[in-house]
């Protein structure tokens, strides 16, 4: 499994030409089944690459957190 992370919007009807393979929606729905049961792989290195990507945008939870933007 390969996590990447964009900081920038995409075209997806522009990017779709990249895509090497097509999955038909009962094979996605397979696969989403099976995750949820068996959960997913993620390599150690990968691993690392998500928790530093997370800590640089999530926030710690607290009730100001909870309440968004504004704290409202």
């Known amino acids: 499994m390969i996590i990447e992370l964009s900081t920038a919007n995409f075209d997806i009807e522009q ?3 990249h895509f090497d393979r097509k999955v038909s929606t ?3 729905y397979a696969t989403h089944q099976r995750a ?10 990968q691993w690392a690459v998500l928790k530093k990507s997370a800590a640089a945008i999530l926030v710690e939870n607290s009730e100001a957190s909870s309440k968004g933007a504004g704290g409202i």
């Open 15 to 17: 990017d779709i030409q």
């Open 26 to 28: 009962d094979e996605l």
């Open 36 to 45: 949820w049961k068996e959960g997913i792989y993620v390599d150690d290195e």
